[in-house]
C-alpha cells in the first residue's frame, strides 16, 4: 500500500531526473524533419553539389569562357586537320577540343548548360503552374468542372508525347512563329512546346491528392466556418500539396532537360548558333568515330545533369515521405 513518504520519493525521483536532463524536448516541424532526414542520404546531398555546380557554371559561363576559352560562335578554321578538315581533339588551346566548324566545344557546352537550364526550369514552372491549378480546381468542385478538365486531360495523355512536342515545334519554329509572332522560333518554342505537353500529369496528381483533402476534417470545419471556395483552396488545401509539388517538379526539371536536347537533336529545338546539348550531339554523331570528343563531352554534361536532378528527386521524396519519419 502506497504511504505519504513514498509519493514523496517519487517527487524527488522526477527532480532528480529532471536536473539531470535539463535539456528541453522541442517539437520538430515537418520541413525540420524533412531537412534531418535530407542530410542523412549522402547522394541527395552529392548530387544537391552537382545541381548547385552546374547552375553556377550556367551563370558564370560568359566570365568562365572569358578567363580559359572563346566565344562559343567563334570559328577557328586554322585549328581544324590541316590535311582532312576535320576536328581536332582536346588540348591546352582548347580543352575539350573543336568541332566540325572549328568552334570550341568547351564554351559551347558551358553555354549549352544555360539553355538547358533555362528550359527545365522555365518549363517546368508554367507546366506546374498550369497543372496545379487546373487540378486543384477539377477536384475541389467535382461535376461538370471536373468531367471536363478530366476528358481535357484524357485527350492530352492519349498523344504520342514525342510525336505531339516535335508537330507543335516545327509548326512554331518556321518563319514568325505561332501565334502571331508571339511564340518566337527557338528557345520560347521550346518552352511552349514542353509546357503543353508535360501539365497534364501535374494536373491528374494534383486532382487526385485534392479529391482526398476535400474531405478531411479541416476543410469540412472551414465550410462551416462560413470559408470562401478561394480561401479553402489557397489557404487550407494548397498547403497540403507542397510536399508533392516538390517532389513532382524536382522529378521533372530532368526529363525537361532530355525533352529539350531531343527535340535540338530532331532539329526543331534551339536554332544554331545557339549552344544546345542536344544540338552538339546530333552535329557530333555523323563524325563520333573520328572525332569523340565533340560527341562525348556535351553527352556527358547531359548524363550527369539528369542523374544529379534525378538523384536529388528521389531523396527529397524520401525526405518527406511521413512514413520515413521517426
Known amino acids: 500500500m502506497s504511504t505519504p513518504e513514498s509519493f514523496g520519493r517519487g517527487d524527488d ?22 531537412w534531418v532526414r535530407f542530410r542523412e542520404d549522402k547522394v541527395a546531398l552529392a548530387s544537391f553539389g552537382v545541381v548547385v555546380f552546374v547552375a553556377l557554371v550556367a551563370i558564370l559561363a560568359p566570365w568562365i569562357v572569358k578567363l580559359v576559352a572563346h566565344p562559343p560562335n567563334a570559328q577557328y578554321p586554322d585549328l581544324l586537320d590541316q590535311t582532312f578538315g576535320t576536328p581536332t581533339g582536346p588540348s591546352w588551346h582548347m580543352l575539350f577540343g573543336v568541332d566540325t566548324v572549328g568552334e570550341d566545344v568547351f ?31 477539377a477536384g475541389f ?4 468542372v471536373d468531367t471536363l478538365v478530366s476528358r481535357f486531360l484524357d485527350v492530352m495523355l492519349a498523344f504520342p508525347v514525342l510525336l505531339l512536342a516535335i508537330g507543335i515545334a516545327a509548326a512554331c519554329s518556321l518563319g514568325n512563329g505561332c501565334l502571331g509572332g508571339l511564340v518566337k522560333p527557338g528557345l520560347p518554342t521550346v518552352i511552349v512546346t ?28 472551414a465550410r462551416a466556418s462560413g470559408a470562401k471556395d478561394s480561401t ?29 536536347a531531343a527535340l535540338s537533336y530532331l532539329g526543331v529545338g534551339i536554332n544554331p548558333p545557339q549552344a544546345s546539348w542536344g544540338e552538339m550531339i546530333a552535329e557530333a554523331t555523323p563524325v563520333f568515330n573520328t572525332a569523340w570528343w565533340f560527341f562525348a563531352f556535351p553527352g556527358a554534361a547531359l548524363l ?19 512514413r520515413e519519419a521517426q
Open 141 to 144: 468542385y467535382r461535376g461538370v
Open 232 to 260: 479553402i483552396l489557397f489557404r487550407e488545401i494548397l498547403p497540403n500539396l507542397v510536399a508533392p509539388i516538390v517532389v513532382y517538379s524536382t522529378l521533372i526539371i530532368p526529363s525537361n532537360i532530355l525533352f529539350e
Open 13 to 34: 525521483l522526477i527532480e532528480e531526473i529532471t536536473a539531470s536532463d535539463p535539456e528541453e524536448i522541442v517539437g520538430r516541424g515537418p520541413w525540420e524533419l524533412f
Open 304 to 322: 550527369i545533369t539528369c542523374l544529379a536532378f534525378n538523384l536529388l528527386g528521389d531523396g527529397i521524396r524520401d525526405a518527406l515521405d511521413p
Open 107 to 137: 564554351s559551347r557546352v558551358l553555354y549549352g548548360a544555360r539553355v538547358s537550364l533555362e528550359v527545365a526550369l522555365i518549363a517546368t514552372f508554367f507546366s506546374v503552374l498550369i497543372g496545379v491549378v487546373l487540378g486543384m480546381i
Open 194 to 221: 514542353i509546357t503543353i505537353v508535360n501539365w497534364t500529369y501535374i494536373g491528374r496528381i494534383i486532382r487526385g491528392q485534392v479529391l482526398s483533402l476535400r474531405e478531411k476534417e479541416f476543410v469540412e470545419a
